[in-house]
């Protein structure tokens, strides 16, 4: 009996239907007014009606969705964060269980149990936070997912994951451990494992937000071929010009609704700009700033990361008041290491890190914060609040020592509360009550309330660290316009982003780390993206 | 006796001091290994231990003692089970609670069943078996092969119990639960389901490690028998790194503290016997701690040990 059909089936490779694109679009019109119609097409991999998902909290992430995919397409799934698109597809994928609609899969009306199910009608998901364990190798970590009563059979899966990546041109060596791979690959490996369970229909969530450009066009490289396959691929994004440059259709969700469908050749950015947020007209790139005074001066800074190993080697930078310095890289270069030095929360092995003549290497948190150091922490939920605490509190947790929040030791509460009014005003921040716990928010709101108690004491260097992680469009804006006008007041800030739009956009100057050093600087006039992507990944031309 | 001979009984006995807590480190390897922190085992063995006697007193058979200590050890680990998978409690403290419950639940029950007060004996207990051949080879024959069937039992689990975690799928979902049962959810595996089955097993092995102490090692019930013993058991598991062979080194290397203790405390004469005999049997107890601190140090155990999972 054959357990895996190895190769990819031949059949559905016939039924490409994309060659006549504006057949495509008819029936897409054709949906909204005759539905019962279209779900029958058979060109349809699978299509969902009137899905509504309302989470136990009763907010409503889905909402009447009607949408399709055909078979042999890549379709775009574009909107914000919060906008449902994750919601939706882990519908599809049995992770979650819609209160209403109906999902057919070739035609056929079917129900979605379990991700098992799914994966039997042909259906797998790329999670945005992959779902491989670490320390299992490729091979183990395939066979979870294929179910094999008794004895491992590890040899067949590790054959049948070669024949696989050969078949697709992606290289990977079964028996490496995940947690030895980058992230680029480890996505490879996720995509690899639903080829492996004869997948049709895979869902891609968010899968470039955590590459380097190089990585996303090796990415987009594997989609195409997929496609090539007769594979339908659902890539969500909330990146314009990514949907623009891969895929064929483009759904746009906006508040738990589908805004509308469009062929990727017949729309542009503008347009998709302005449906992704209604109205929205995206900033140009910042204004540049006016160095100052030195403010940071960081000289052959040695840091070890947990495995004992030194992950910071040697770095030298500065950063002047009134300046942003952004610092480009691979997450996992050593960037984390490199801000746990500088804000107390890591032993620093040589080197230092001066501030106003004083030298904060080796020195407690606590010390640095003093000195005027503020730091918005990628690690929000550890680091950067304390959940059971309320938001008032949580807003004053660096400034309770001062006049006129404390006095001789007995805490103000008007004034602390006050204050949280105030901020919670200033920062939009989405709270009812500035006394309940910080746990009641939303993980973009308790971002905006970390950022604005970090923004608002008065500090001369800001050390950034993903400071619009997890918000939409309009709340980055937000985040990066305070940025700005702080800078424009003499502030130093350090800005280490995965998002490289981001610090392109905010940085006058630019520092790429690969490996734990300092391996490039840029002006942001002058920058090459090219070399920069490349930079990145450690290549030195 | 000649000085040999003495050797000889002396290993023999940290051979069978081992046996309970190697039976008990494999069930809780088991579960470790799928992310589950079983302080519980404590009080899980103190139930088998009791269960087993009751069972094997009551019918006068002792087979039947074996049966009601698995079925004792079960229910208190699967007890433990419910609060930390279906109600998703701290581990630890639960752990802990059900310790505090079993001993409870022994002594009232020994009263219930024993109203006349004092400790009821056995007149027949599991015995040592010597296997025909072995047990001739001289020095070794002795020591490993004159032991109880259980003995052998938990010698012949420890390739199974590696076999089960590292070359079957059912070993395979564990280490991956243990590992992150987030993720090992999204790829269709039923966490809890694994995780019942470990506890399940986990229950088997404990109910048997109690049931040695009160069905062979000795012959008759206290709850004092078996004290330290689970606590011992986590720490092997440490020790052992999650490893069945390392639970039979550190069952080894416990067991025989646990044996010197024991001697010490019988055969020690002299004006500072007694303080001497109790310096001794804190000896495991050290041991456990130095073996926390240096095991504890150089192992990384499952990634998601003892961390609370709620299904989302
Ligand atoms: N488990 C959950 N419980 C409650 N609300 C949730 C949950 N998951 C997501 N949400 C909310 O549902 C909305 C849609 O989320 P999601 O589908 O993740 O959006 P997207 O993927 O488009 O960013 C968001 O407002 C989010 O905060
Ligand atoms: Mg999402």
């Avoid at chain 2, 269960?51 to 200590?69: C, I, K, M, N």
């Avoid at chain 2, 966490?191 to 506890?199: D, E, G, K, W």
Wanted: proline share 4%; charged share 20%; aromatic share 6%.
């Amino acid at each position: 009996m054959p357990l895996f059909n190895f190769f990819l089936v031949e059949s559905t490779a016939k039924n490409q239907p994309i060659g006549d694109s504006m057949a495509v679009e008819d029936t897409v019109k054709e949906d909204k007014t005759q539905v019962s119609v279209s779900m029958a097409n058979p060109n349809y991999a699978i299509y969902v009606e009137g899905i509504t998902k309302t989470y136990s909290n009763g907010l409503v992430a889905n909402n009447n969705v009607t949408f399709g995919v055909l078979k042999g397409e890549v379709h775009a799934l574009l909107g914000e964060n919060g906008a449902g698109k994750t919601t939706l597809m882990k519908i599809l994928s049995g992770c979650l269980s819609p209160d209403t609609g109906s999902i057919f899969v070739d035609g056929k009306k079917v129900h979605i149990d379990d991700a098992m199910k799914a994966v039997k009608l042909g259906i797998g998901m790329v999670h945005q936070h992959l779902s491989l364990i670490p320390s299992f190798t490729v091979t183990e970590n395939v066979a979870l997912s294929i179910p094999l009563p008794g004895r491992l059979k590890l040899d067949i899966i590790r054959e049948k994951i070669i024949a696989v990546s050969k078949n697709l041109g992606l290289e990977i060596d079964p028996d490496t451990k995940i947690e030895q791979l980058p992230v680029g690959l480890r996505q490879r490996v996720e995509i690899i494992r639903l080829l492996c369970q004869d997948v049709n229909i895979l869902v891609l969530d968010e899968p470039t937000s955590v590459l380097t450009p190089l990585e996303v066009d090796e990415l987009f490289r594997i989609v195409r071929g997929l496609k090539e396959k007769g594979k339908s691929v659902i890539i969500i994004t909330h990146k314009v010009k990514e949907a623009l440059a891969v895929s064929d259709r483009i759904t746009i969700m906006r508040l738990g609704k589908v805004v509308r469908t469009l062929n990727a050749s017949n729309t542009n950015e503008r347009e998709l700009a302005s449906l992704v947020v209604e109205g929205f007209v995206p900033s140009t790139n910042g204004t540049k700033g006016q160095p100052g005074e030195l403010a940071l001066i960081v000289k052959g800074l040695n840091v070890k990361g947990n495995s004992g190993r030194l992950a910071v080697k040697g770095v030298d930078f500065l950063v002047r008041s009134g300046e942003i310095l952004g610092i480009a890289g691979v997450a996992g270069n050593g960037q984390k290491e490199l801000v746990e030095a500088l804000t107390g929360l890591r032993k620093t092995e040589s080197g230092t890190s001066i501030m106003k003549c004083c030298n904060l290497a080796n020195r407690p948190p606590q010390f640095i914060i003093k000195k005027g150091v503020s730091y918005i922490t990628e690690d929000k939920m550890k680091r950067g609040v304390i959940l059971n605490l309320s938001i008032s509190d949580n807003l004053a947790l660096k400034c309770i020592e001062q006049e006129p929040y404390s006095k001789n030791m007995i805490v103000n509460q008007r004034k602390v509360e006050s204050r949280a009014q105030d901020l919670i005003k200033r920062f939009d921040i989405k709270a009812s009550d500035p006394c309940a716990n910080v746990s009641s928010l939303s993980g973009g709101n308790i971002q905006k309330l970390m950022v604005a108690r970090e923004l608002s004491n008065g500090s001369i260097l800001i050390i950034a660290e993903q400071p619009t992680a997890g918000l939409d469009v309009k709340a980055s804006e937000a985040i990066h316009t305070k940025l700005l006008e702080l800078r424009a007041k003499g502030v130093a800030v350090l800005l280490f982003s995965a998002d490289l739009d981001e610090i392109v956009k905010l940085s006058d100057r630019i520092a790429v780390m690969y490996d734990g050093r300092i391996v490039g600087e840029f002006l942001s006039g002058s920058l090459d993206m090219q070399r920069l992507a490349k930079m990145m990944l450690g290549s030195t031309t | 006796m000649t000085g040999l001979t003495i050797a000889i009984a002396f290993a023999a006995s940290c051979v069978t001091f081992a046996c309970p807590l190697l039976l008990a480190s494999l069930g809780e390897t088991v579960v470790e290994r799928g992310g589950i922190l079983n302080l519980g085992i404590e009080g899980a063995m103190l139930i088998g231990a009791f269960s087993g006697f009751l069972g094997a007193y009551f019918t006068g058979v002792l087979w039947v003692g074996l049966l009601t200590a698995m079925i004792g050890g079960i229910a208190s680990v699967l007890l433990f089970g419910v609060l930390v998978v279906r109600f998703n409690l701290d581990q630890v403290v639960s752990g802990l609670a059900i310790n505090l419950l079993a001993s409870g639940v022994a002594l009232y029950f020994l009263r219930v069943a024993f109203p006349g007060g004092g400790y009821p004996h056995l007149n027949f207990l599991f015995q040592p078996f010597a296997v025909p051949l072995l047990s001739q080879i001289p020095v070794v024959g002795p020591i490993v092969f004159n032991q109880p069937g259980f003995f052998y039992l938990a010698i012949v689990l420890v390739p199974i119990v590696f076999y089960l975690i590292y070359r079957t799928t059912f070993g395979l979902r564990l280490r991956s639960v243990g590992e992150d049962p987030r993720i090992a959810s999204y790829v269709g595996i039923n966490v809890s389901r694994i995780r019942y089955t470990s506890l399940v097993l986990e229950g088997a092995l404990v109910g048997l490690a109690g049931a040695f102490v009160t069905l062979s090692q000795f012959n008759t019930f206290d709850t004092r028998l078996t004290t330290g013993l689970g606590f011992i058991a986590v720490s092997i598991v440490i020790l052992g790194r999650w490893n069945p062979a390392g639970a039979l080194i550190g069952s080894l290397i416990f067991g025989s503290t646990e044996a010197l203790s024991f001697w010490g405390t019988a055969f020690l004469t002299g004006p500072q016997a007694s303080s001497l005999a109790q310096l001794l049997t804190i000896l495991p107890y050290v041991t456990t701690l130095v073996a926390l601190v240096v095991g504890g140090r150089m192992s990384k155990g499952p990634s998601a040990l003892g961390a609370p999972y709620a299904k989302e």
